[in-house]
Nanobody
Framework: QVQLVESGGGLVQGGGSLRLSCAASGRTESSYAMGWFRQAPGKEREFVAAIRWSGDNTYYADSVKGRFTISRDNAKNTVYLQMNSLKPEDTAVYYC????????????WGQGTQVTVSS
């Protein structure tokens, strides 16, 4: 099993920045990739960004490309999401997820952290 704990959410004005962290514990060696997702009120959960634990490949939703950056610290088993130029439409609960099957299916999820962007 893999446990995921997100942190770093909060309230920020439009145009501001936040950095989310996701600390993984447990059987982290079984984790192939990590992802960030978000869910706004009344909307479905959507993909934001993903990164593999090895290699340089990163993946982003079109809506956040150029503004968000996903990164990892393998030594700390932690993944980050640097969010710049935030917009009110970025307001959502942000979730961290782990893929342990190498098929981009997300079997483990964190509890989520709220990000609110004011206009």
């Amino acid at each position: 099993q893999v446990q995921l704990v997100e942190s770093g959410g909060g309230l920020v004005q439009g145009g501001g920045s936040l950095r989310l962290s996701c600390a993984a514990s447990g059987r982290t060696e079984s984790s192939y990739a990590m992802g960030w997702f978000r869910q706004a009120p009344g909307k479905e959960r959507e993909f934001v960004a993903a990164i593999r634990w090895s290699g340089d490949n990163t993946y982003y939703a079109d809506s956040v490309k150029g503004r968000f950056t996903i990164s990892r610290d393998n030594a700390k088993n932690t993944v980050y999401l640097q969010m710049n130029s935030l917009k009110p439409e970025d307001t959502a609960v942000y979730y961290c997820a782990a893929d342990t099957s190498s098929t981009w299916s997300w079997g483990y999820w964190g509890q989520g952290t709220q990000v609110t962007v004011s206009s």
